[in-house]
């Protein structure tokens, strides 16, 4: 029993390591005081963060990503959340497929998604931007907030809806007195994950974005520079930690309203 | 006093092929305190549900004071519900719980703070006006969900198992106590459980569901001394069933075969024809009597020997053999307890008034 505790206990080490030490590399390089990202390391230093903070193209992507991060989260949501209220409340013909359809960009590489979105938005005579790039954003995170929300409004009780119009509401109030408070945690876990991996997107920015960068595509366009590198490095670790957090709080939202649910069950 | 307060008039409700609901018509009264009882998925909270309006008759009209309601959304029809799960909303507190039901009344904040004030000390929830759903044990939440339906003063206030989540000492209390609340507000209530003690001891009148068909609809006494069918005798309490065949009629009596104890006459309340060879006869465990000697001045006393017992306190349940009958019978008795009769060996007393004629069908 013992040793077979111990086995496992060496493997989610391991396991850890192996996923975590490489995304370690960045933050530890951020502060060291060279050029090169190589051992050994040569000096502690703010330097490279310093630089960055000077740089007004970083502020322009930033700014980009945030944008197009609001939006594609909050269309994606609402979306989503009326997709998972169906999927949930009616079994209707075709209800499997069209659940499919919804998740179907998760599972499809995001590569001909982008190529895809390029050859119609193009053909439609379209200028290539950040609406595009939106478009897009919206597309690929409505699987995931739909999935965060079909998970909460699964273990949602329906009688309390029921309950409301029993007491004179009807189905209008009923969603903004009851539902909505109730999804609440749900919502803005669905937010932040869609904000999150809107961020994060890489190939359908770089395909369809034109001449403004968002963020990830700026850190590539920086790559090219060896020495620009550790600015790279420094942003890098930033979103890590900032991801990390806003990661966190979503999860623990989830959790918090299913935790939630759970007492509110007799 | 409304006979017809509601009315149902030939409801079924089907779901694809499982009709929940078939061909049911009911009267309540008003004022009532009536029930529906029946086994798991006989279509109780179906038949519930529809008075609601949280499903729709696949067929059939549904009147609640004169209107007809059959149309109309929950949020529409003069009813409340206190649901088996209680549905208290859990985030918000225990009066804003009851107040939600008020909002859509038009009356006046006074009016709307006296009638909560009067709602809240009704089921002595005073004191708990800011505690929120999980802060509230099983019988608070139920008085919450209670307050909350009665709160709106409606016509008919539909409960479903409302009771059913509780132990058993709490729920025995609140059976008294939704008890006198109905009698002292006087809304008619339509009360489902699937307990029938619960139903026998609470209600005005009882239908007794099965299979979504009414099998009997009568006061409590009548459904548990005169017993429509097999379904009803076995469902309500217990009782011995003994196989039969009548023969002769005479007037509203009929000589019925008992076993192979000979021809009993015997009242003959459902009027079973003669010569009819699948015939039941329920008797009561308590309704037969058990004794050391032989009871001449019974109709019929039995060599028996008893089998096992077991004690309940208030009673003792005996499992006995009879001669001339094929099964075990269970007679109870308050009067002698299991140490009455070491030997084993009694008499089995039977009076003819206590045999409920059923047919098989
Ligand atoms: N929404 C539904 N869809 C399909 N079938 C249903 C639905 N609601 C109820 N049924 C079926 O209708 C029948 C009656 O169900 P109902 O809930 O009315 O039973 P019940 O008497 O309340 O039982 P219980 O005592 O277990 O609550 C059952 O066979 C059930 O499976
Ligand atoms: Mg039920």
Redesign the interface.
Same mark, same amino acid.
């Given at each position: 029993m013992e040793q077979k505790n111990n086995s496992l206990l060496v493997y989610t080490i391991f396991y850890f390591l192996f996923l975590y030490i490489p995304v370690l590399f960045l933050p530890l390089f951020s502060f060291n005081d060279s050029n090169y990202m190589s051992f050994p390391l040569s000096g502690f230093t703010f330097r490279h963060y310093e630089d960055m903070w000077s740089k007004t193209p970083v502020f322009r992507a930033l700014w980009v990503s945030v944008k197009v991060g609001v939006i594609a989260s909050v269309v994606s949501t609402v979306i989503a959340l009326m997709a998972a209220k169906a999927f949930t409340k009616y079994k209707f013909i075709g209800s499997r497929v069209s659940y499919a359809a919804v998740l179907l960009p998760f599972l499809i590489p995001e590569i001909i998604l982008a190529v895809s979105l390029i050859v119609i938005w193009l053909s439609l005579g379209f200028k290539l931007g950040l609406v595009p790039v939106t478009i897009g954003h919206i597309l690929f995170c409505t699987p995931f907030c739909m999935l965060i929300l079909v998970s909460r409004i699964e273990g949602f009780?329906s009688?309390?809806e %029921?309950?409301?119009? $029993?007491?004179? %509401?009807?189905a209008w109030g009923t969603f903004w *007195?009851?539902s909505f408070?109730?999804y609440l945690p749900g919502i803005i876990a669905s937010l932040l994950l869609g904000f999150i991996i809107s961020f994060d997107e890489f190939i359908l920015a770089f395909f369809l974005s034109g001449s403004d960068p968002t963020l990830p595509m700026y850190m590539w366009n920086q790559l090219r520079f060896i020495k620009k590198l550790p600015h790279v490095l420094a942003l890098g670790a930033i979103i890590i930690v900032a991801t990390t957090f806003v990661v966190l709080l979503a999860y623990w939202l989830m959790n918090l309203g299913q935790a *939630? %649910?759970k $007492?509110? *069950?007799? | 006093m409304n006979e017809k307060y509601i009315e149902v008039r030939n409801i079924s409700k089907h779901f694809g092929k499982v009709k929940a609901v078939d061909d049911i018509s009911i009267e309540i009264k008003e004022g009532e305190f009536f029930s529906l009882l029946g086994p798991s998925g006989c279509g109780k909270t179906t038949l519930l549900r529809l008075l609601a309006g949280f499903e729709y008759p696949t067929k059939g009209d549904l009147l609640i004071d004169g209107i007809d309601v059959t149309a109309l959304p929950p949020n529409k029809r003069p009813t409340n519900m206190v649901f088996q799960n209680y549905a208290i909303f859990p985030h918000i507190n225990v009066v804003k719980n009851i107040q939600f039901g008020l909002r859509k009344l038009g009356l006046t904040k006074a009016e709307n703070d006296q009638r909560v004030e009067e709602v809240l000390s009704l089921v002595k929830l005073e004191g708990y006006e800011e505690r929120y759903s999980n802060q509230l044990s099983g019988g608070q939440r139920q008085r919450v969900a209670l307050a909350r339906a009665l709160v709106r003063r409606p016509k008919v206030l539909l409960l479903d198992e409302p009771l059913g989540a509780l132990d058993k000492k709490l729920r025995d209390e609140m059976q008294l106590e939704l008890r006198n609340l109905q009698k002292s507000i006087g809304i008619t209530f339509v009360f489902v459980t699937h307990d029938q003690e619960e139903a026998i001891s609470m209600s005005d009148r009882v239908a007794v569901m099965n299979e979504g068909k009414i099998q009997q609809l009568s006061q409590p006494n009548e459904l548990y001394k005169n017993p429509n069918n097999i379904f009803v005798s076995d469902f309500i309490g217990e009782t011995n069933f003994l196989n039969g065949k009548t023969n002769e009629k005479h007037g509203d009596k009929i000589d019925v075969a008992i076993e192979s104890l000979g021809n009993f006459k015997v009242d003959n309340r459902l009027n079973i024809s003669a010569n009819t060879s699948d015939i039941v006869c329920s008797i009561r465990p308590e309704a037969m009597m058990i004794s050391r000697e032989v009871q001449s001045d019974w109709d019929i006393s039995l060599p028996a020997s008893i089998k096992q017992t077991s004690y309940y306190g208030e009673m003792t349940r005996f499992y006995v053999e009879v001669k001339g009958i094929d099964q075990v019978l269970t007679v109870s008795s308050q009067h002698f307890d299991n140490q009455s009769f070491q030997t084993g060996e009694c008499f089995v007393s039977i009076g003819l008034e206590d045999i409920a004629l059923l047919e098989k069908k």
């Open positions: 009780d009688s309390l %029921e309950a409301s119009r $029993d007491l004179g %509401e009807n *007195k009851v408070p109730l *939630k %649910e $007492d509110f *069950k007799i | -």
